[in-house]
């Protein structure tokens, strides 16, 4: 298993950029798919951007062109460049990150949230 911690949440005012990092601990076999999720107040929880080991993306069509997701295997952390904020990007953010254990188990794990709130 795994345990993730997020950083670099705060208030920004629309339009201005922010960059969340996530850093992960403990031992895995492997860590495959690494990903960011938001969580608006009274809403479920949605992706946000994922990315593979292998450098592959995928993001949700509400951030296509603002966000980037980018990844450090060497150090088994994720990042989310977060442009152009919107005041509906509020919400707390969640790491996750998919693998498998040394157990030969899979595992996925999340992080504690960091919020993220763009207002005037």
């Known amino acids: 298993q795994v345990k993730l911690v997020e950083s670099g949440g705060g208030l920004v005012q629309p339009g201005e950029s922010l960059r969340l990092s996530c850093a992960s601990s403990g031992v895995a076999f492997s860590i495959n798919t690494m990903g960011w999720y938001r969580q608006a107040p009274g809403k479920q929880r949605d992706l946000v951007a994922t990315?593979?080991?292998?450098?592959?993306?995928n993001y949700a069509d509400s951030v296509k062109g603002r966000f980037t997701i980018s990844r450090d295997n060497a150090k088994s952390s994720v990042y989310l460049q977060m442009n152009s904020l919107k005041p509906e990007d509020t919400a707390v953010y969640y790491c996750n990150a998919d693998g498998r254990s040394i157990r030969g188990s899979d595992f996925s794990s999340w992080g504690q949230g960091t919020q993220v709130t763009v207002s005037s």
């Open positions: 990315i593979t080991s292998g450098g592959s993306t």
